[in-house]
């Protein structure tokens, strides 16, 4: 306190007061204007400091709750955001009715849907050319080799005729709205169920073969093998009793759109359990990803 009181006293003042205290001796006098200006440097000192400590603390304090502000407020105000429930939008769409066939279709239910059976155009690095379309049954897709090692990828339910074919076939019929037979194996295998079809099916909404199907021939004769559309939308991910290769009834839709009669078929089947994933293989047996 004593300190504080010199500095806010001029020098005039405290050497005044060591006169006061010594007498006007000069020798005095010289001795009362150190000890003066001793008293005020000490004081300055001791203000100082004190305060340049302060301030210190009050500074790294200060720059400490700076620090930790966006931090604290980023705890405090940042949520993520909320996803929609159900399926994205966007496949909604995609799968959504088609008013304008011969048999309006309705919107296909994929909420329940694996997403990665949705179509969607993925990477895709065998060897075949683009135009190509690759059946990988025991991994349930199918896909269309595009241009620049890209693929439309569709997923596909496989029936059992499906899991027995293998090898190249080529695209010689394309049929819309198809009727549809079953084959004598099917009848045999299920007579209560196909026998009052043996003569054939009407084309509609619940023919087996879905609104589109394209039938396989190998070296000029039918395989009997078909890629065809789907009256059991559930069906599709799965190794099924009947049938060949099954889509969505709006993908066979779109991947009827590309496809051109001369389009070459390669299925693959490996030897593995139906429904046991395996990687993506190439027709000479080599693994290409997908």
């Known amino acids: 306190m004593a300190a504080m009181l010199l500095v806010a006293l001029?020098?005039?003042?405290?050497?005044?007061?060591?006169?006061?205290?010594?007498?006007?001796?000069?020798?005095?006098?010289?001795?009362?204007?150190?000890?003066?200006?001793?008293?005020l440097s000490g004081a300055t000192k001791a203000m100082v400091q004190p305060v340049m400590s302060v301030s210190r603390r009050q500074f790294l304090r200060h720059s400490l709750v700076v620090a930790l502000a966006p931090t604290v407020?980023?705890?405090?105000?940042?949520?993520?955001?909320?996803?929609?429930?159900?399926?994205?939008?966007?496949?909604?769409?995609?799968?959504?009715?088609?008013?304008?066939?011969?048999?309006?279709?309705?919107?296909?239910?994929i909420s329940n849907v694996d997403p990665q059976f949705l179509r969607q155009q993925v990477d895709y690095f065998g060897p075949e050319a683009a135009g190509t379309i690759v059946v990988d049954t025991p991994n349930r897709f199918l896909f269309l080799v595009q241009e620049n090692r890209k693929a439309m990828r569709y997923g596909i339910g496989v029936g059992k005729a499906g899991l027995e074919f293998e090898?190249?076939?080529?695209?010689?019929?394309?049929?819309?709205?198809?009727?549809?037979?079953?084959?004598?194996?099917?009848?045999?295998?299920?007579?209560?169920?196909?026998?009052?079809?043996?003569?054939?099916?009407?084309?509609?909404?619940?023919?087996?073969?879905?609104?589109?199907a394209l039938y396989l021939f190998r070296d000029g004769v039918d395989t009997l093998y078909r890629i065809h559309?789907?009256?059991?939308?559930?069906?599709?991910?799965k190794a099924i009793s009947s049938g060949c290769i099954r889509l969505f009834n709006q993908d066979i839709l779109d991947l009827y759109g590309r496809v051109p009669v001369g389009?070459?078929?390669?299925?693959?089947?490996?030897?593995?359990?139906?429904?046991?994933?395996?990687?993506?293989?190439?027709?000479?047996?080599?693994f290409a990803s997908a």
């Open 10 to 39: 001029s020098p005039h003042h405290v050497a005044r007061h060591y006169l006061d205290a010594f007498g006007t001796d000069r020798r005095h006098l010289w001795q009362a204007v150190r000890l003066s200006r001793a008293a």
């Open 73 to 109: 407020a980023g705890c405090m105000t940042a949520r993520e955001p909320l996803k929609p429930a159900g399926p994205d939008p966007y496949y909604v769409a995609m799968y959504g009715p088609r008013p304008d066939e011969r048999f309006p279709l309705p919107a296909t239910d």
């Open 167 to 212: 090898g190249r076939a080529t695209i010689a019929r394309k049929a819309e709205w198809p009727r549809w037979t079953p084959t004598q194996s099917m009848i045999a295998r299920e007579p209560d169920r196909y026998g009052p079809l043996a003569g054939g099916m009407e084309p509609g909404l619940t023919n087996p073969l879905g609104p589109r």
């Open 229 to 237: 559309g789907t009256t059991e939308a559930w069906s599709i991910g």
């Open 263 to 286: 389009a070459v078929v390669v299925v693959l089947r490996h030897d593995a359990p139906s429904e046991e994933a395996v990687p993506v293989a190439n027709a000479t047996g080599t």
